[in-house]
C-alpha cells in the first residue's frame, strides 16, 4: 500500500471535512429552492400589474423542475468528460444568476424564463455534488458521508421556510431570491477548496496530480488494473453489464422522488380533510422532515456497517409504504405522528440512500453520467408527485386514497431493487468462477 492509498493524518480529514461541509452548503441551496415558490406564490399573484391566474402561477412552477430534469441529463456526461470541479462552479454561478434575474424581474415572462433556467443549474449541480463527494468519502462511510452532504437539502427547506416567515410580508417576495443568489459569493472559496476528484484524474491517466490530491486528502485510488477503462459514459450505462442495474436505479430514483415530492406537497392538505386543525396538519409536516432526518442518518449508518444501500433502501421502502398505507386508517393522533415520522424515513430519508446507491453502482468514467440520468429521471417522479396527489383529491375519493396510492408506489420501489440485489449476487459468484477458471468477462457480459 502506497502512501497514496490511506492516510490518517487528523489534517487530511479536516480537509476532506471541509469539502463535504461546503457540498453540502451547495446542495442546501437545492432545497431552499424546493420551499422557496411556494412560499413565494401568493406575494407573486399580488404583484401589480402581473395578474398571475392559478394556471400561470402552476406553470411557473413546472418550469424550473422542467429545467432541472434538462440539467441533470446534462451535467452528468458533462462532468464524467470535463470534471466535476468545474461543472460544480459553473452550475453554482448559474443557478445563483438566474436567482439574481429572479429578484429583479420586471414581468412575468422573465421571470418565467429564469426560472427555468435557474432549474438546469440546480439539475445540474445536484447529481455532480453527489458523484463528487462519493469519490472524496472513505469507503467505510460512504453511504454516511453522501447523507450528510445531501442533508443539505433538508436545511435548506426549513431555511426557506423560516426566511419566509421573517422577510416576505416585511421585505417583499424578492427578498427571497435576492438571498438565493448569494452562493455566487462563494465562488473564490468553492474554487479554492474543491480541487477535482482524484478518481476522475486518476481515470483520466493524470496520476501523478491524482495521487498529489489523494495524498493530501488521504483518499485511497484504486491501482490502474481496475480502473474503468471505457470513454464513453452513457454507453456504459447501457452497455450489458449495467443495463438491468440502470433501469432499475431510474425506477427506484423515480418512485422515491415521486413520494418524496408529493407527500412534501399534499401532507398538511390531506391532514386538514382527515379533521384535523391547520397547525396539527402543518405539525406533520415538520416531523416527516424530522423522520427524513432521522432515518436517513440511521439508514446509512447501517449501509455502511456491512448492510450495504441496496439492502437498506429496501427496507425503507417496505417500512416507509407500510406507515403510509396505515395513514389512511384513521388510528389515533400519536400513533398518527409516529407513522409520519416513519413515513419521512421511507421517502425523504431513503431518497439520501438513493444518491448513495446510485453513485456506488457505477464506475469512476460513468459515475456522474449515472447519478445525472437516475436523478434526472426521477425528476419526473418528482414533477408528478405533486399532480398525482391534486389529482387524487379533485376526484372526490376520500382523501386515505392518496396514502394508499402512495403505499403502492412505495411497493414498486420495494420490487425495483430486487434486480440489483440479484445482479451483485451473479456479480460475486463470477468472481468466486474467476478464482478458479480466471475468466470473469462473460459472466459479467450476461446482465439481460
Same mark, same amino acid.
Given at each position: 500500500?502506497?502512501?497514496?492509498?490511506?492516510?490518517?493524518?487528523?489534517?487530511?480529514?479536516?480537509?476532506?471535512?471541509? %469539502?463535504?461541509?461546503?457540498?453540502?452548503?451547495?446542495?442546501? $441551496? &437545492?432545497?431552499?429552492?424546493?420551499?422557496?415558490?411556494?412560499?413565494?406564490?401568493? #406575494?407573486?399573484?399580488?404583484?401589480?400589474?402581473?395578474?398571475?391566474?392559478?394556471? &400561470?402561477?402552476?406553470? +411557473?412552477?413546472?418550469? %424550473?423542475?422542467?429545467?432541472?430534469?434538462?440539467?441533470?441529463?446534462?451535467? !452528468?456526461?458533462?462532468? &464524467?468528460?470535463?470534471?466535476?470541479?468545474?461543472?460544480?462552479?459553473?452550475?453554482?454561478?448559474? $443557478?445563483?444568476?438566474?436567482?439574481?434575474?429572479?429578484?429583479?424581474?420586471?414581468?412575468?415572462?422573465? $421571470?418565467?424564463?429564469?426560472?427555468?433556467?435557474?432549474? +438546469?443549474?440546480?439539475?445540474?449541480?445536484?447529481?455532480?455534488?453527489?458523484?463528487?463527494?462519493?469519490?472524496?468519502?472513505?469507503?467505510?462511510?460512504?453511504?454516511?458521508? %453522501?447523507?450528510?452532504?445531501?442533508?443539505?437539502?433538508?436545511?435548506?427547506?426549513?431555511?426557506?421556510?423560516?426566511?419566509?416567515?421573517?422577510?416576505? /410580508?416585511?421585505?417583499?417576495?424578492?427578498?427571497?431570491?435576492? +438571498?438565493?443568489?448569494?452562493?455566487?459569493?462563494?465562488?473564490?472559496?468553492? +474554487?479554492?477548496?474543491?480541487?477535482?476528484?482524484?478518481?476522475?484524474?486518476?481515470?483520466?491517466?493524470?496520476?501523478?496530480?491524482?495521487?498529489?490530491?489523494?495524498?493530501?486528502?488521504?483518499?485511497?485510488?484504486?491501482?490502474?488494473?481496475?480502473?474503468? %477503462?471505457? *470513454?464513453?459514459?452513457? /454507453? *456504459?450505462?447501457?452497455?450489458? @453489464?449495467?443495463?438491468?442495474?440502470?433501469?432499475?436505479?431510474?425506477?427506484?430514483?423515480?418512485?422515491?422522488?415521486?413520494?418524496?415530492?408529493?407527500?412534501?406537497?399534499?401532507?398538511?392538505?390531506?391532514?386538514?380533510?382527515?379533521?384535523?386543525?391547520? /397547525?396539527?396538519?402543518?405539525?406533520?409536516?415538520?416531523?416527516?422532515?424530522? !423522520?427524513?432526518?432521522?432515518?436517513?442518518?440511521?439508514?446509512?449508518?447501517?449501509?455502511?456497517?456491512? #448492510?450495504?444501500?441496496?439492502?437498506?433502501?429496501?427496507?425503507?421502502?417496505?417500512?416507509?409504504?407500510?406507515?403510509?398505507?396505515?395513514? !389512511?386508517?384513521?388510528?389515533?393522533?400519536?400513533?398518527?405522528?409516529?407513522?409520519?415520522?416513519?413515513?419521512?424515513?421511507?421517502?425523504?430519508?431513503?431518497?439520501?440512500?438513493?444518491?448513495?446507491?446510485?453513485? #456506488?453502482?457505477?464506475?469512476?468514467?460513468?459515475?456522474? *453520467?449515472?447519478?445525472?440520468?437516475?436523478?434526472?429521471?426521477?425528476?419526473?417522479?418528482?414533477?408528478? !408527485?405533486?399532480?398525482?396527489?391534486?389529482?387524487?383529491?379533485?376526484?372526490?375519493?376520500?382523501?386515505?386514497? #392518496?396514502?394508499?396510492?402512495?403505499?403502492?408506489?412505495?411497493?414498486?420501489?420495494?420490487?425495483?431493487?430486487?434486480?440489483?440485489?440479484?445482479?451483485?449476487?451473479?456479480?460475486?459468484?463470477?468472481? &468466486?468462477? @474467476?478464482? *478458479?477458471?480466471?475468466?470473469?468477462?462473460?459472466?459479467?457480459?450476461?446482465?439481460?
Amino acid at each position: 500500500m502506497t502512501p497514496f492509498q490511506s492516510s490518517t493524518v487528523p489534517e487530511n480529514k479536516r480537509r476532506t471535512g471541509a %469539502v463535504i461541509a461546503l457540498c453540502a452548503m451547495l446542495v442546501l $441551496f &437545492d432545497g431552499y429552492d424546493l420551499i422557496l415558490y411556494g412560499n413565494v406564490v401568493p #406575494s407573486l399573484r399580488a404583484e401589480p400589474g402581473w395578474n398571475l391566474t392559478p394556471q &400561470d402561477a402552476g406553470r +411557473i412552477g413546472s418550469a %424550473v423542475l422542467v429545467g432541472m430534469l434538462v440539467g441533470a441529463l446534462l451535467a !452528468g456526461t458533462l462532468a &464524467d468528460r470535463l470534471g466535476r470541479r468545474i461543472v460544480i462552479v459553473t452550475s453554482m454561478i448559474w $443557478f445563483s444568476l438566474s436567482m439574481l434575474v429572479c429578484a429583479l424581474a420586471p414581468n412575468p415572462a422573465v $421571470f418565467e424564463l429564469s426560472r427555468a433556467l435557474g432549474g +438546469i443549474g440546480l439539475g445540474a449541480l445536484l447529481p455532480t455534488v453527489m458523484a463528487y463527494v462519493i469519490e472524496f468519502a472513505a469507503p467505510k462511510r460512504r453511504s454516511m458521508t %453522501v447523507s450528510l452532504a445531501a442533508s443539505g437539502y433538508l436545511v435548506g427547506g426549513i431555511l426557506a421556510g423560516v426566511l419566509g416567515l421573517m422577510l416576505i /410580508q416585511s421585505h417583499g417576495w424578492r427578498s427571497m431570491f435576492w +438571498i438565493g443568489a448569494l452562493p455566487v459569493l462563494l465562488t473564490p472559496l468553492v +474554487i479554492k477548496w474543491l480541487p477535482e476528484s482524484p478518481d476522475w484524474l486518476n481515470q483520466r491517466g493524470r496520476t501523478e496530480e491524482a495521487e498529489r490530491i489523494a495524498h493530501r486528502y488521504g483518499i485511497p485510488l484504486d491501482p490502474p488494473a481496475v480502473r474503468a %477503462v471505457s *470513454t464513453n459514459s452513457l /454507453q *456504459t450505462l447501457f452497455s450489458r @453489464e449495467y443495463l438491468t442495474r440502470t433501469l432499475s436505479l431510474w425506477g427506484i430514483a423515480f418512485c422515491s422522488l415521486l413520494l418524496s415530492y408529493g407527500m412534501v406537497a399534499w401532507l398538511p392538505s390531506i391532514m386538514t380533510q382527515l379533521g384535523y386543525s391547520l /397547525q396539527s396538519a402543518l405539525l406533520f409536516s415538520v416531523i416527516l422532515n424530522v !423522520g427524513a432526518a432521522a432515518g436517513g442518518f440511521t439508514a446509512s449508518w447501517f449501509a455502511d456497517r456491512g #448492510s450495504g444501500p441496496k439492502y437498506v433502501v429496501m427496507v425503507l421502502f417496505i417500512l416507509g409504504g407500510l406507515a403510509i398505507f396505515a395513514l !389512511g386508517l384513521a388510528l389515533g393522533q400519536v400513533a398518527m405522528y409516529l407513522l409520519v415520522l416513519v413515513a419521512g424515513a421511507g421517502t425523504l430519508g431513503a431518497q439520501m440512500l438513493v444518491n448513495s446507491l446510485i453513485g #456506488s453502482t457505477y464506475p469512476t468514467a460513468a459515475r456522474a *453520467t449515472g447519478t445525472g440520468w437516475a436523478l434526472g429521471i426521477g425528476r419526473i417522479g418528482g414533477i408528478l !408527485g405533486p399532480i398525482l396527489g391534486g389529482f387524487l383529491l379533485g376526484t372526490g375519493l376520500p382523501p386515505q386514497t #392518496s396514502f394508499y396510492v402512495f403505499a403502492v408506489v412505495a411497493a414498486l420501489g420495494t420490487i425495483l431493487v430486487l434486480p440489483i440485489v440479484y445482479r451483485d449476487r451473479r456479480v460475486r459468484q463470477a468472481r &468466486d468462477e @474467476e478464482t *478458479t477458471h480466471g475468466d470473469l468477462a462473460p459472466a459479467l457480459a450476461k446482465d439481460v
